[in-house]
């Protein structure tokens, strides 16, 4: 029995975050400490496995309520499902004919969830390997992002940008240009400019995340997209500027100069704190991890920090003052 593996790995947006909907650019990496894994093989039927994230069982009304609370009512099989079915359009767009073997489908992950780390968009990733290959079609990787945001979006009515399905895609270290002079089109998907980055260029890193409370994407995006739709202008020019600090920086990372990107790392932030009414919870990852000496920003939408730190005594101390306000602080792989 051949069976098929594939994995994507957690995004975290360094700077320009989250201009990628809004014609922006941003910086963003995958962290290899986490994974979502597909597992695909010939089957007599189409089947989508359960698994552990999808939980049907409680002890109690209680638990469904705290689980809901912090991870929101939908598992991976719905992703899953609207992939198959966007991967099925495409082919039909593409004229690509699929053969007529079933397969069963099941999946993993160890991203936290709903801290911003692009879990979804993993699974959803990973999934697209695995019929890529089970059907032997070659999807473009230059359009594969906009395939993946395009279960996202059109299947899912879940409002979010191509960053994380670069990432994703690309992997490693990648600089994202979403202008509109860039845009082009290929079996109806839109793409941009997109520039994979020596990751031996950045400084050393550290990633938090909030191991307590999470806030799905959509509570965030939905608010931002509606704002910029009336022209509000703190949204729209907050954009234009976060979009300019992703092109700074990776000109700071070009040039080695890690302090111009901590500074970077941190306006970043700052400008979203600007615009946006953040939750306490968030605001205190980042405010104790600048105690310390650390550059910070949000990875994603929230629930997740990144940034730079000087020396090993600083990371030392980052531990136990995140830990202070539940986060949890690890290294990312690159």
């Given at each position: ?24 650019r ?43 609370s ?43 969830r ?6 979804s968009?993993a ?78 260029l ?8 909030h ?16 704002r ?65 000496g ?7 939408s ?7 730190y ?25």
């Amino acid at each position: 029995m051949n069976i098929i593996r594939k994995r994507a790995y957690a995004r975290a947006a360094l700077v320009g975050n989250p201009s990628d909907g809004y014609g922006g650019r941003t910086l963003s990496l995958v962290v290899r400490n986490f994974s979502a894994e597909v597992v695909l093989y010939e089957w007599d039927t189409v089947e989508i496995m359960l698994t552990e994230e999808d939980r049907a069982r409680f002890r109690s009304v209680h638990d469904l309520a705290l689980d809901v609370s912090l991870h929101g009512y939908y598992g991976g099989i719905r992703l899953i499902k609207a992939t198959v079915k966007r991967f099925v359009d495409y082919c039909r767009t593409a004229g690509v004919r699929l053969h007529d073997q079933n397969f069963t489908i099941r999946y993993h992950t160890n991203i936290p969830r709903q801290v911003g780390l692009a879990g979804s968009s993993a699974i959803i990733t990973a999934t697209l390997r695995c019929l890529m290959e089970f059907y032997a079609v070659e999807v473009p990787l230059v359009i594969q992002p906009s395939l993946v945001l395009s279960v996202e979006r059109d299947e899912l009515r879940v409002a979010a940008g191509l960053q994380d399905r670069v990432a994703q895609t690309y992997e490693g270290l990648v600089y994202m240009d979403f202008g509109a002079e860039h845009e082009r089109q290929l079996h109806k998907l839109r793409y941009y400019q997109y520039e994979p980055l020596d990751p031996a260029l950045l400084p050393p890193l550290y990633l938090a995340y909030h191991h307590g409370f999470s806030e799905p994407t959509e509570v965030f995006h939905n608010d931002a997209q509606e704002r910029f739709r009336r022209g509000d202008a703190d949204v729209v020019n907050g954009m234009r500027r976060v979009a300019d600090l992703a092109a700074s920086a990776r000109q700071a990372l070009l040039d080695g100069d890690v302090g111009a990107l901590s500074r970077l790392v941190d306006e970043n932030f700052d400008v979203r704190r600007s615009i946006f009414n953040l939750p306490d919870w968030q605001v205190k990852m980042v405010d104790a991890a600048r105690a310390c000496g650390a550059s910070a920003n949000f990875a994603g939408s929230g629930g997740a920090i990144i940034g730079t730190y000087p020396n090993e005594a600083t990371l030392a101390a980052l531990r136990p003052a995140l830990e202070a306000v539940g986060s949890r602080v690890i290294k990312p792989a690159v």
